[in-house]
């Protein structure tokens, strides 16, 4: 049983900074090469949406357009653990950030694609 733990989450200013972290169990990254994990936020009324994704193996990352260049995402592969570091963050990043993962990066900003779901790690971004 895969399970996804996520934290990091806080409150912020605009332009201030946060890194969340997922940390996965139930399966070791080596195990799921080729695999995909990453970051999607809901906020109030509005649809997931994802974030940022990347194969487990590094090879490919993935970004909403409304972050890039403003967050990255990272794993440690020592530690079985995602992290998305946010930088320059806006109130419209207010949100519910969700860790996801499945076996395949069939789609990777798609939320329908991924199998395994976190609880969440609230973040609020004031202006």
């Known amino acids: 049983q895969v399970q996804l733990v996520e934290s990091g989450g806080g409150s912020v200013q605009a332009g201030g900074s946060l890194r969340l972290s997922c940390a996965a169990s139930?399966?070791?990254?080596?195990?799921?090469?080729?695999?995909?994990m990453g970051w999607f936020r809901q906020a109030p009324g509005k649809e997931r949406e994802g974030v940022a994704t990347?194969?487990?193996?590094?090879?490919?990352?993935y970004y909403a357009d409304s972050v890039k260049g403003r967050f990255t995402i990272s794993q440690d592969n020592a530690k079985n653990t995602l992290y998305l570091q946010m930088y320059s963050l806006k109130p419209e990043d207010t949100a519910m950030y969700y860790c996801?993962?499945?076996?395949?990066?069939?789609?990777?900003?798609?939320?329908?694609?991924?199998?395994?779901w976190g609880q969440g790690t609230q973040v609020t971004v004031s202006s």
């Open positions: 996801a993962a499945d076996r395949w990066c069939t789609r990777p900003l798609v939320d329908a694609y991924f199998s395994y």
């Open positions: 139930g399966y070791t990254y080596n195990s799921w090469s080729g695999s995909c």
């Open positions: 990347m194969t487990t193996s590094g090879g490919s990352t």
